[in-house]
């Protein structure tokens, strides 16, 4: 199985949480976080998604993150990408 995080903020980065949802059984995907600063919780077809407290290395590491999709404006995604390359496994941006 693919564990898939978010950093998301606003409209954008909820649509891409939708759209990679639909395709959880087909591929074998596991949605297993997401982060946004403004939204505590989400609803995707009656599972109800908490968002983490933070986003950093450790919480990387501790999910043990696949693919990691950074929905941000552009002058903020170089930091958030430089937390994932130093996360223990790595994973695709």
Same mark, same amino acid.
């Given at each position: 199985?693919?564990?898939?995080?978010?950093?998301?903020?606003?409209?954008?980065?909820r649509r891409k949480i939708e759209e990679y949802h639909k395709y959880k059984?087909?591929?074998?995907?596991?949605? @297993?976080?997401?982060?946004? %600063?403004?939204?505590?919780?989400?609803?995707?077809?009656?599972?109800?998604? =908490? *968002? +983490?407290? /933070?986003?950093?290395?450790?919480?990387?590491?501790?999910?043990?993150?696949?693919? @990691?999709?950074?929905?941000? %404006?552009?002058?903020?995604?170089?930091?958030?990408?430089?937390?994932?390359? =130093? *996360? +223990?496994? /790595?994973?695709?941006?």
């Amino acid at each position: 199985m693919n564990e898939y995080f978010f950093y998301r903020h606003g409209l954008y980065g909820r649509r891409k949480i939708e759209e990679y949802h639909k395709y959880k059984k087909k591929y074998n995907l596991n949605i @297993c976080g997401f982060y946004d %600063p403004k939204i505590k919780t989400i609803k995707l077809k009656g599972v109800s998604l =908490k *968002s +983490e407290k /933070n986003f950093s290395k450790s919480l990387l590491d501790k999910k043990k993150v696949d693919l @990691c999709f950074i929905s941000v %404006p552009h002058n903020l995604s170089l930091n958030y990408s430089l937390i994932c390359c =130093k *996360s +223990e496994f /790595n994973p695709h941006l």
